[in-house]
């Protein structure tokens, strides 16, 4: 299987040889151009979940994110135990911490409007944050998405930042 990962603004991640990167790899050589991007993975905010009980999962993953990685890989997985348990505690301290959130399952739509409120109830503009979308999009789904970011959440012309994977499979025959 062949990855292509469309992140907004370093294309060329997709060009490194090697192994398929996923979003959630993080363990990569520092030195690379452009540097690695990535979000956090299921597993771990599950982790911290059986720590700490679902509802204190993503705040305690969040909070270990934010220690280890120290702002850097500022993605946060929106999806593990659902996007209302992530919200009700992706506060405005969390929020600012982060460069945005990606989504990994369920309507693509309904999410992107789901984030772009919460973010103007905590007062912060939707077009300084990033959306991922990662659900194995087709090019019909992102065209959707990429039209429905444009200006309409925003309260003026700006787009919101998105971003989305869309996953190509490449079978080689074997004879």
Not at 169 to 174: E, L
């Amino acid at each position: 299987m062949t990855c292509i990962n469309l992140p907004c603004s370093r294309p060329s991640i997709s060009s490194i040889p090697g192994p398929s990167l996923e979003p959630e790899m993080s363990i990569l050589p520092k030195n690379l151009t452009p540097p690695p991007i990535g979000t956090l993975a299921h597993e771990w905010i599950m982790f911290h979940g059986a720590i700490a009980g679902y509802k204190e999962a993503n705040a305690t993953a969040m909070e270990a994110w934010i220690q280890v990685f120290k702002g850097e890989l500022g993605i946060a997985l929106a999806d593990t135990y659902t996007t209302e348990v992530f919200l009700s505690s992706f506060d405005s301290r969390l929020a600012g911490h982060f460069d945005g959130v990606r989504q990994d399952s369920g309507d693509p739509i309904a999410f992107l409007k789901k984030i772009v409120h919460h973010y103007k109830t905590l007062h912060i503009d939707p077009a300084t944050k990033t959306i991922i979308f990662s659900d194995g999009l087709d090019i019909n789904g992102a065209t959707a998405i990429h039209n429905e970011c444009r200006g309409k959440h925003t309260g003026n012309q700006t787009e919101l930042n998105s971003c989305m994977k869309i996953l190509m499979f490449k079978i080689d025959r074997v004879r």
